[in-house]
């Protein structure tokens, strides 16, 4: 009898249910409603525990934890950076996420995430991009064409109106495969031999390479008046993509800046480079675009009320459509003070 | 065609598996085994990544994540403390943990920790009274007949060689439901009705309750000349079982100190109170029992290395033995840049 009751069993959303359940609801409707949660916790910004992510680093990569709770609900994300896995066939970034009911501190939901971090990251940058890029956008550059591409090119559809994508990769084989898999989604998509040409009629560039080092993807002199960058890519100390002149022409909108001074594009700035608050724009505190010249930038690094946002959402779908297993990972017995009575009773089932 | 590649599958231990695996080793031998491991873990103690834990402190109870790594392996426990839950019919602690490998920053093992750290707990402290304890003990009084007196006293069985066990609680019925667990296990047990009558002829004296206050189960008066204190009930700030003069008499021993002052017995005392690091007593570096009337007192609050050991053994016996389901956790597209390919995909079975 070693049945556990129901309070002990944790929904997991394995890989292949996450693949079901996106395909269930529509991979835009469902970028569609994400940023919806994502919006709903900008907006409640102030309210969450905003702790540091808490790394754990080695010479081949990083580990990380990244926690939050908003008092109803906590949830983590367990996450890893590894560059040189690709080079033997693993994956660059795992990840996978726990939701916490905060009252009892029992696990509500266990869920692979490096689909749902895709499609979060995704969810964000169109989200914000909505808020900032100029009205009329209907092109954007794509450049990188990796695991983010395809994500992003259909979020800024689904959310911004977004109907042309100009995509550029140095590897020509990413782009090829960006525009094989975007092909017959409802985007027009147009591959370009060099990032000036990707950008030509772009009011939204978004840079999503994998370079490792403080690299230049966008110079100074190819990013024009009026546009939204859209800026992913630089996520880590020494991880930059944009010339530091473009920083300095633009108006740069970040999630949370002790870690976007660390991690993202701004890490080339001085630490009290002015940055806007995303949050704050969505709220109406703060401006966000003020005019069609403006060049609006986006430092995105990923932060963890994101991945908070896409457990809620994964919680209540899986609440509302299935698309989970039930794990027995909560030891429950009848009496809390006997563990061992429930342990040992499990050795002769009745 | 969903089926995920073997480095995509976790292996997940849960409480059915992890009950058992105990069975099918034995608790007694499973308790020798992990004291070993655990031991092993002490005498690396430095190379060991030691964080703090994270904690998310909410009115009702706390959710902490405990992360260390040894350079080859990163393990983490999901705890949660939550008092009044006992009350709601829920247990006051559970636990979940994960092991990954540092190199790749894959997970290999997710397992259930709630009984693994009453199991882990109990190795520890019999794993240290080992070093401890007067050479002749043979006898413990276990004061507090909660979850942990069952797997505390076997412990010490197993691995210091305690033939009786003396129990009391404030709760006449945790006693019983302890003696009635203990029946047939190979150990005497006396049922007491005070802390004084527990005591008596006692060479190592257990204490785990469950008071949430500044409490005094054992007074200054209480306390002779030559035993071993095993004091684990201590565990967080707020919450001791010692009367400060028992403490200045002792010679205490601790897991990690910088913890151990802010959740131990020893935050009674002045924050410059000498204690002295277990891993350098089994290591040889300091001296553990001097003298037949020294008072000996390991302050134990439960270190992130005990779980890291612990998840370890589980991790070599699931390969060994099974008692595993394996989960599909990670995504694992065949180009590591084609995650969207891989979801495009899964949509149409071929």
Not at 35 to 61: M, T
Not at 63 to 77: N, Q, R, V
């Amino acid at each position: 009898m070693n049945t556990p009751s129901d309070k002990a069993l944790v929904p997991f959303v394995s890989v292949d249910n996450m693949m079901r359940l996106v395909h269930h609801i529509g991979i835009e409707a469902m970028l569609v409603e994400l940023a919806g949660y994502i919006e709903e916790d900008f907006k409640r910004w102030e309210l969450f525990d905003k702790s540091p992510r808490v790394a754990s680093h080695s010479d081949v990569g990083v580990i990380e934890l990244m926690p939050t709770s908003d008092g109803e609900a906590y949830g983590f994300k367990y996450v890893n950076g590894h560059p040189k896995n690709t080079s033997e066939g693993l994956q660059t970034v795992t990840a996978f996420g726990l939701l916490a009911d905060v009252y009892t501190g029992y696990p509500v939901l266990l869920t692979e995430m490096t689909l749902l971090t895709a499609l979060r990251t995704a969810a964000t940058s169109a989200m914000v991009a909505k808020h900032l890029a100029p009205k009329s956008a209907t092109t954007m550059a794509m450049i990188g064409n990796g695991a983010q591409s395809e994500f992003q090119t259909l979020a800024m559809k689904a959310i911004v109106g977004v109907e042309t994508v100009r995509l550029y990769d140095v590897d020509a084989a990413a782009t090829e495969k960006c525009a094989a898999n975007l092909a017959g989604l409802g985007v027009s998509v147009v591959k370009c031999s060099s990032p000036e040409e990707a950008i030509e009629g772009a009011q939204i560039i978004t840079t999503c390479t994998a370079d490792k080092k403080n690299a230049v993807i966008l110079s100074d002199n190819m990013v024009g008046a009026g546009v939204h960058i859209n800026a992913i890519g630089g996520d880590c100390p020494g991880k930059t993509e944009l010339a530091a002149g473009i920083l300095e022409r633009a108006d740069v909108f970040v999630e949370f800046p002790e870690q976007t001074r660390v991690e993202g594009e701004i890490q080339q700035m001085a630490v009290d480079f002015p940055v806007t608050e995303m949050w704050e724009v969505i709220l109406g505190k703060k401006p966000g675009r003020l005019d069609d010249r403006q060049i609006t930038l986006f430092d995105g690094v990923g932060f963890a009320i994101e991945d908070f946002s896409a457990l809620r959402y994964v919680r209540d779908q899986v609440k509302a459509l299935g698309f989970a297993e039930m794990l027995d990972m909560l030891a429950d017995p009848d009496d809390p003070r006997d563990l061992f009575g429930m342990l040992q009773r499990s050795k002769t089932p009745a």
